[in-house]
């Protein structure tokens, strides 16, 4: 195992770093999605969620929790959560009312392999187990704090988020943006997890 300083910018290996970050992000959201009863509904959860990915949103959390003084193991359900929401954007993204996608990250589609009916319901618990997960499983955090990223995590999910970035988006195709909706487009949809991921 990589051991990384970032206290010591001279010794940092940034590529090392997110290549630990990753592997202990995915061993969490494995634990994380267990298969139980109904299984179809967690093994779509997982089949997205487990596909792949550079796991930045979740990385640049426990990197902020580690440049605030604390363990990163007290971040790791919020970035799991990260994640599971970000996996519940793309599943809901690729639907055919939405952009009607064959792929993501080299595979099949989540709609693609268990229908439109099941991935609808997978991204639906993906986003609610999220803001469970956070509050269930964070450890050795103020109560208060807990939920002020639940609070912080529900805003950017909604409207005044990734649903209100996904609604101009779609109002948007077929036509000429300008930069200020793009920017609403990209600040909203790609960019609104980020902000979670490092306040």
Same mark, same amino acid.
């Given at each position: ?5 970032? /206290?010591?910018?001279?010794?940092? /290996? ?5 290549? *630990? ?8 959201? /494995? ?22 990915? !550079? ?11 580690? +440049? ?26 690729? +639907?055919?009312?939405?952009? $009607? ?5 080299? !595979?099949?589609? $989540?709609? !693609?392999?268990? =229908? ?23 450890? =050795? ?6 939920? /002020? ?8 999910? =909604?409207?005044?988020?990734?649903? =209100?970035? @996904? ?5 948007? *195709? ?5 930069? @200020? ?11 609104? +997890? ?6």
């Amino acid at each position: 195992m990589v051991t990384t300083n970032l /206290d010591s910018p001279s010794t940092f /290996d940034l590529k090392s770093y997110l290549h *630990e970050r990753r592997i202990q992000v995915e061993a969490a959201l /494995d634990a994380a999605l267990p298969v139980v009863y109904p299984e179809q509904i967690y093994e779509s959860m997982r089949y997205s969620v487990l596909a792949g990915g !550079k796991r930045l949103r979740p990385i640049l959390c426990l990197a902020t929790c580690e +440049l605030l003084g604390a363990r990163s193991a007290i971040a790791m359900p919020t970035a799991c959560a990260l994640e599971m929401v970000h996996t519940m954007s793309l599943i809901h993204d690729d +639907l055919p009312a939405m952009d $009607n996608d064959d792929y993501r990250r080299g !595979k099949l589609t $989540n709609h !693609k392999v268990y =229908g439109e009916d099941v991935a609808v319901l997978a991204g639906d618990a993906l986003l609610t187990y999220a803001f469970e997960h956070i509050a269930t499983q964070t450890k =050795g955090a103020e109560p208060l704090k807990i939920l /002020d990223v639940v609070a912080r995590l529900g805003k950017a999910v =909604g409207a005044a988020g990734l649903v =209100g970035g @996904q609604v101009v988006d779609l109002a948007s *195709e077929g036509t000429a943006v300008d930069e @200020q909706t793009l920017t609403f487009i990209h600040m909203h949809k790609t960019a609104a +997890l980020l902000e979670v991921s490092v306040t």
